[in-house]
């Protein structure tokens, strides 16, 4: 005998109940090893026709049961020999044609299947409480069902068909949730018997093992409830159960015959519904006394749920059309503005339409370079960090949604009434970028045909039981932490609109890569123009210079403008040699590498002051030295920094009176700022973006000494620092220019 599985509070959701190792009553059982025609399991009933002990078979070949059968079917076209002996890849022996034939004169369906390596046979009986007229039968119904203009109307008309033609009490449409509860949407019952139209059942009424078993079986009946179950007795061992997951014979878990005793249920029935490859419910159908409908009858049930299934999926398909059309629009629009705009940021977030338009949220957000883009209700920053933490460790695939946040991720309970529902669109799981939309809780009441907690119960040995709820009066239960579900159109407009966001970042990217060569190629470029300054000009300039010094110190005959016009070549030429030398420092600090170390910064500002005070004797200079918080970076260059902004500061502040020009740096948001600050001539509002452009100088700045590279290597010195510079000004009354290092 096959092991018994016990059921208890441990391990109800893993019953094995394809295994039991036990059969309906009404039927029996035999399974043969296809290889050797050796009977490898049979069922215990199976004497109620042979009149011989079970166990006499087990391990005899298969001739010798039917021998012992009486079988008056021979005359028929059809034998039992002859199912046994055919293949079963041949159209005629699948379940849905079974073999008819007489057992001591009493009618039997023959059903056959594979089940490994046995062949099962089931001898069921072909009498039943309702003969069906299937061409009429399903013909008439089907007329009534596709004339309903709306699902609601069709599921009712529905149960009315199938309570027409198996005249079971009671008739109900019941649709599963996502997370497997059931809700009766439809019913069609005898007037004396107690409505359960709109009551919802929870998950482990149906537990997952038996929703998948009705996904293959597309029918199943217990006949009668109150009838003892045959056992299956094997010569293979406990271990080596007979899979019955096809059998139409096989009994059901003890648990759900007590549940239905519980309800005064005696027989049941029920059909299941398919939409779009799943699960999508059930017709199920109770008798308050035994009822027992044929194989035949059966599968005119079946072909009617089939062509239910068909009817829901082609009208959930139209009512879905219209959404799917209008998310569809969103989305090709959101399409048509990353095709117009530079930046994410501004194709997925316009006043027209925005990322939060492709669904029904009230919430939305964008992560991407490190930035967080937001539209309508969302968590706060501090909030949405954490939960991109979650997601990175707990996302496997490209979307990811749930209508009960809380409840998977905990910390989302501080704002549930923002995000109990969410839906994740992952860009860059390196990167941690993602596109997430949030719905608010959504507080409803739910009506449960009795309290759903299973009730545990204590055996004699102490051991702990669960038994099946005992009442199945309304119990009201208040649902918190859950937000309206996600549908297939939102899901499909997310999935759509990343396919695009992806190529449009790739394309970006794509052209980065396109310009990083051809700023490499300029930059080789600038290497040749400062090789030909740095050769092909400064010789013959030192040649000018030379010369024209040589005619001022040899000869003594030059009259006062043939020495000023030599002074002016000889100035000129220092000016075209600081502008070389500029132009070369310029070119060197885009190709230099950063050393970085902690630079003492109190010791290099002094350093710049004494210098510029070495260098240009200025008078009533105030230059004050504030605060200096050390940073990480080039000494070097770092000074060069200092070096230019300070005698900018001291250069145009000098006609004032007195020059005052400040130097402080201060630790703010993990953030080291200096200013550098001077009440000198200030610029213009004008030229503000042409301040850190090679060669540009302000017209205010003409009575100056300067080249207009200065400010620009500042900026290059910068950028390489991954530092920020920036700058206020008035004109006429000074200018600050701002240096932002980060903490390290």
Same mark, same amino acid.
């Given at each position: ?138 013909? !008439? ?28 009490? =009671? ?165 048509? $503005? ?11 977030? =316009? ?42 460790? $707990? ?9 009960? &946040? ?100 790739? =394309? ?28 092909? &000009? =400064? ?28 002074? !002016? ?9 600081? &502008? ?64 230019? &902004? ?99």
């Amino acid at each position: 005998m096959i092991k018994k599985f016990n059921v208890d509070l441990t391990n109800c959701d893993i019953e094995p109940i394809h295994i039991l190792g036990r059969i309906q009553s009404h039927g029996f059982l035999v399974a043969v090893d296809i290889k050797t025609l050796l009977i490898v399991f049979i069922s215990e009933n199976i004497q109620d026709i042979v009149h011989r002990e079970p166990k006499h078979y087990l391990n005899q070949p298969f001739s010798d049961f039917l021998d012992d059968l009486n079988n008056s079917n021979s005359a028929q076209e059809v034998t039992i020999s002859q199912v046994m002996t055919a293949d079963d890849k041949d159209s005629n022996r699948e379940p849905s044609h079974p073999v008819y034939i007489k057992l001591n004169d009493v009618p039997f369906y023959l059903i056959t299947h594979v089940s490994g390596d046995c062949k099962l046979l089931e001898f069921e009986p072909a009498i039943s409480s309702e003969d069906l007229d299937v061409q009429q039968t399903i013909g !008439r119904s089907l007329s009534e069902i596709l004339a309903a203009t709306s699902l609601e109307s069709m599921f009712k008309n529905a149960a009315i068909q199938v309570k027409n033609i198996i005249s079971y009490d =009671r008739v109900m449409i019941y649709r599963f949730s996502e997370e497997g509860h059931g809700e009766v949407i439809a019913e069609e019952k005898n007037e004396y018997l107690q409505p359960f139209l709109g009551l919802h059942y929870p998950a482990t009424d149906v537990p997952k093992q038996a929703r998948i078993l009705y996904k293959n079986n597309l029918t199943r009946i217990i006949a009668d409830v109150n009838s003892e179950t045959s056992a299956i007795i094997t010569v293979k061992g406990e271990e080596m159960p007979l899979d019955l997951t096809h059998s139409a014979l096989r009994a059901v878990s003890p648990i759900h015959i007590q549940y239905l005793k519980n309800m005064g249920v005696q027989s049941s029935f029920s059909i299941s519904l398919i939409a779009n490859k799943e699960l999508w419910g059930l017709i199920v159908c109770h008798n308050y006394s035994p009822k027992f409908i044929n194989y035949k009858s059966r599968e005119v049930a079946k072909l009617f749920g089939q062509i239910l299934s068909s009817a829901l999926e082609y009208r959930q398909g139209e009512a879905d059309s219209e959404t799917f059309g209008h998310y569809n629009d969103s989305v090709n629009n959101l399409i048509a $503005n990353l095709e117009n705009e530079e930046h994410i940021n501004g194709a997925l977030f =316009r006043e027209d339409v925005s990322v939060n338009d492709i669904t029904s949220a009230t919430g939305s957000i964008l992560v991407f370079n490190n930035q967080i883009t937001r539209i309508g209700i969302t968590p706060d920053d501090e909030q949405i960090r954490a939960l991109l933490q979650w997601l990175k460790m $707990n996302m496997s695939e490209s979307i990811y949604s749930t209508n009960r &946040l809380p409840q998977i991720y905990p910390a989302a309970k501080l704002y549930s009434n923002v995000a109990s529902g969410l839906m994740a669109c992952m860009l860059s799981k390196e990167l941690g970028e993602f596109i997430i939309w949030f719905k608010p809780e959504q507080i409803e009441s739910v009506n449960w045909a009795g309290n759903p907690d299973k009730t545990v119960e204590h055996t004699e040995g102490g051991v702990l039981h669960l038994s099946p709820r005992k009442s199945f009066d309304s119990w009201i239960q208040i649902v918190e932490n859950t937000s309206e579900s996600w549908s297939r159109a939102e899901i499909a407009a997310v999935v759509n609109l990343r396919e695009h966001i992806i190529y449009f970042i790739k =394309r970006k990217a794509n052209e980065i890569r396109q310009l990083n060569e051809r700023l490499k190629l300029a930059y080789e470029e600038l290497d040749t123009f400062s090789y030909t300054v740095s050769h092909d &000009l =400064r010789t013959p300039l030192s040649s000018i210079k030379s010369y024209s010094e040589l005619l001022l110190a040899n000869n003594k005959h030059l009259d006062e403008n043939a020495k000023r016009i030599l002074g !002016r070549i000889n100035a000129c030429a220092d000016k075209m040699a600081l &502008l070389i030398k500029e132009i070369l420092n310029y070119s060197s600090v885009g190709k230099a590498d950063i050393d970085k170390e902690p630079i003492d910064m109190a010791l290099i500002v002094n350093e710049v002051k004494a210098d510029i005070i070495e260098a240009l004797h200025p008078e009533n200079l105030e230059l004050i030295i504030g605060e200096t918080p050390d940073i990480s970076g080039d000494k070097v260059m770092i000074k060069q920094v200092f070096s230019n &902004l300070i005698n900018n500061a001291v250069k145009y502040s000098s006609q004032s009176n007195p020059s005052i020009v400040t130097v402080e740096g201060v630790i703010k948001d993990k953030q080291i700022v200096y200013k550098i600050r001077d009440n000198g001539i200030g610029i213009d509002e004008k030229y503000y973006n042409l301040v850190f452009e090679l060669f540009k100088r302000m017209d205010n700045v003409k009575d100056f000494e300067g080249t207009g590279v200065g400010l620009a290597i500042v900026k290059r010195i910068m950028e390489k620092h991954n530092a920020k510079i920036w700058f206020e000004s008035q004109l006429g009354f000074g200018t600050t220019f701002y240096l932002s290092f980060d903490i390290l």
